[in-house]
């Protein structure tokens, strides 16, 4: 009677434990992470009689979770991939609305100052049309300044969110650390806490929406999980923390920390996946470029527009003055160059633009060797520059392995020791530091410098063009200087004659104190014997003057037309009281269609660089591309996380149909288990009845 009974006790046992295991796969349907839970049960050990071996029961062998380590490593990395892919998005798709908005973009303002200066140059001495062109630049450089600190708050937000991410991971390495612990401390009896296990798979995969990271089992069942280039953020119950710190070169853009016991490392650029590494891919490969973008933008426009305005007269007849704020204004230029802040000296720099043009929309890195000897290298490309010390000003200037300067120059104040770094940003700050400072609408320089006329008395029908100041140099061959009014002053009026003989146009001499003109150029050749009467002829020529130790050299190009007679002549000479001359304000209009953004200095015989429309243009299409691709890539990671979830909740997870099949079957088991116990007692009654 007894085996009858231990073999009813045994099934009501297992029943009882298989009721108590679906009651809690039941009650667990909503926790995340839960995993199903099913018993494995084994027959006892027979007993043995002359009858043979009979059964002696059931017995519970295990509570085992339906879990596969490989759906759930899957899960865990298309969870980083996706969380990376959204965190990006959610950036892009911002940034794209503000550079291609009609209200927010850059094109609507410059169409609008460049037309508001095409109405000015139909009337150059009309005093409100030059107002407008005012107020159309202060309207420039607002849109240019309000895209700067609608970025700059993204990367503000970015830092904040860096901060708030990385104190979820700590607590959820700090979560799974004490899993390691718990788990390893509850295996000692050979059998798996399964909620435990539980608990920390789910704390590993919210770990990966913020990081990505790779896990490693030990023998004692325990978690180690590493990030970045292999960092160890968990072992075993050792867990370490990674910070949003300052950027050691940008204090406004903040890195990511290492850090273990007293040692602290920088990971920032090996961190992948997870939202964290989607908002640094972001920061990387879209914000810093599209900053620089518009930055080396607005520079450009702010450095042609003066120095076209500098070649120019206004209606007092002075130089024309700035209409925006000088770029190398000193305050500017300080900011360009950036001292780590590790450095051992206190050594800072400045940054001068000498040509715009050649901008590239890297930042750079100038470094300090032991010897004191400086190197550099451009950050988006990772390119060695050449760097050269002007031994005059102690200046260093740039250049690529092909000789491409860089189109600036950097001066460092005070003494520099082996290992100090900069980092140099040409046009990060350029966006913010535009502004319109022209106030006087007089001021702004519309007429050309010089102007030509043919003589009354001339014999022939020669007619001369306005001449066309192509460039001003300076000292020593310095390019793009602003015009002296001084030396306009002392070139005055020079004549120059038609020679018959000689088919070449000949300067009177002598010519004014202090200039000179070198010979004529017509097509190419030297105009000795080159000027064809019925034909029109290209002159080029170089005026040069040196008046009080202001030296300074005007290329002037202009044509001669018609049959000009032997001794006729013309005036080329300075423009005094221009007030209806709008040449100036013609190429000022005509920079709108110039090529003057990211110029290639060494390719010769072809245009390159852009115009500030296209190179406006080509960073919207470069971000629009990037955001389309960022939503198909959300399609595609999301559909890959269902995926996985779906493939990993096809085994782990619970159903609720199966589970009620559960509840009746083992109900049943349970009342059979305990109808075979009544049944021994029965036997057992009857037996002690018939004894009596």
């Known amino acids: 009677m007894s085996d009858l009974l231990n073999i009813g006790m045994s099934g009501l046992h297992a029943a009882k434990t298989n009721l108590s295991v679906t009651g809690h796969n039941i009650t667990n349907i909503n926790t995340p992470g839960y995993t199903r839970q099913d018993t494995v049960q084994a027959t006892r050990i027979p007993q043995y009689t002359g009858a043979g071996y009979i059964g002696s029961g059931t017995s519970l062998v295990d509570v085992r979770r339906s879990y596969n380590e490989f759906l759930t490593t899957q899960l865990r990395s298309s969870t980083a991939l996706s969380s990376d892919v959204q965190a990006y998005k959610s950036q892009i798709e911002q940034l794209d609305a503000l550079l291609a908005g009609s209200t927010t973009g850059i094109n609507p303002s410059l169409q609008a100052f460049f037309s508001a200066t095409q109405t000015a140059a139909e009337d150059p001495s009309n005093i409100p049309a030059r107002q407008l062109v005012i107020a159309e630049a202060e309207g420039l450089a607002r849109r240019f300044n309000n895209i700067y600190d609608n970025i700059s708050s993204q990367n503000s937000f970015i830092n904040k969110q860096l901060v708030a991410s990385t104190d979820q991971i700590n607590q959820l390495a700090q979560t799974v650390g004490s899993l390691n612990a718990a788990i390893a401390s509850a295996g000692t009896n050979g059998q798996q806490p399964n909620d435990l296990l539980d608990a920390r798979d789910e704390a590993v995969r919210q770990l990966s929406t913020y990081i990505g990271v790779t896990v490693v089992v030990q023998d004692d069942n325990s978690f180690n999980l590493s990030i970045g280039s292999g960092q160890p953020l968990v072992v075993g119950s050792v867990v370490n923390q990674i910070q949003a710190v300052q950027g050691r070169g940008d204090p406004n853009t903040f890195d990511i920390d290492f850090v273990s016991g007293g040692s602290r490392q920088n990971i920032t650029d090996s961190i992948s996946g997870g939202e964290v590494g989607g908002l640094l891919r972001y920061r990387t490969d879209v914000l810093d470029p599209t900053i620089n973008a518009i930055g080396r933008l607005a520079i450009s426009v702010a450095d042609e527009v003066n120095s076209q305005l500098g070649q120019g007269l206004d209606l007092k007849g002075q130089v024309g003055a700035d209409l925006f704020k000088d770029i190398n204004d000193p305050k500017m230029a300080a900011l360009r160059v950036r001292p780590m802040a590790n450095n051992a000296s206190n050594a800072s720099g400045s940054m001068d633009i000498t040509n715009s043009k050649l901008f590239t929309t890297s930042d750079y ?71 319109a400072e022209l106030k006087q609408a007089d001021q702004l320089a519309f007429a050309a410098p010089f102007k030509s006329d043919a003589a009354l008395q001339n014999k022939g029908n020669g007619a001369i063009s306005q001449p066309s100041l192509d460039t001003v140099m300076g000292p020593a061959g310095a390019s793009g200087a602003d015009l002296n009014l001084a030396n306009l002053e002392a070139i005055g009026s020079l004549s120059m004659r038609y020679d018959e003989a000689s088919s070449a146009m000949v300067f009177a001499t002598p010519l004014p104190a202090g200039v000179t003109v070198t010979p004529l150029v017509a097509d190419g050749q030297t105009v000795a014997g080159g000027v064809t009467p019925g034909q029109n002829n290209q002159l080029k020529y170089t005026i040069s003057v040196d008046v009080g130790g202001v030296q300074q050299s005007f290329t002037v190009s202009q044509t001669i037309s018609g049959r000009p007679q032997d001794g006729d002549t013309f005036t080329v000479g300075f423009n005094k009281n221009g007030v209806s001359d709008n040449r100036n304000a013609l190429k000022l209009v005509d920079l709108q269609n110039k090529q003057v953004v990211g110029v290639d200095a060494n390719v010769t015989g072809i245009s390159t660089g852009v115009s500030f429309n296209e190179g406006y243009g080509e960073m919207v299409e470069r971000v629009g591309t990037l955001t389309a691709q960022a939503r198909r890539d959300d399609v595609a990671t999301g559909a890959i996380l269902k995926q996985s979830t779906d493939n990993r909740d096809s085994l782990s997870a619970v159903n609720l149909d199966e589970e009620a099949e559960n509840l009746i079957q083992f109900e049943q088991y349970y009342n059979a288990s305990a109808q075979i116990i009544q049944v021994a007692r029965s036997l057992f009654d009857t037996l002690i009845n018939t004894l009596r």
């Open 365 to 435: 890195r100038l470094d300090f060797d032991s010897a004191g000897a400086p190197t550099a290298r451009r950050l988006s490309d990772g390119a060695a520059m050449v760097v050269t010390q002007d031994p005059s000003s102690g200046e260093y200037s740039f250049a690529d392995s092909a000789g491409r300067d860089q189109g600036f120059s950097v001066k460092i104040t005070g003494t520099p020791v082996a290992g100090d770094r900069f980092v140099l940003e040409p046009t990060r700050r350029g966006a913010a530091d535009i502004s």
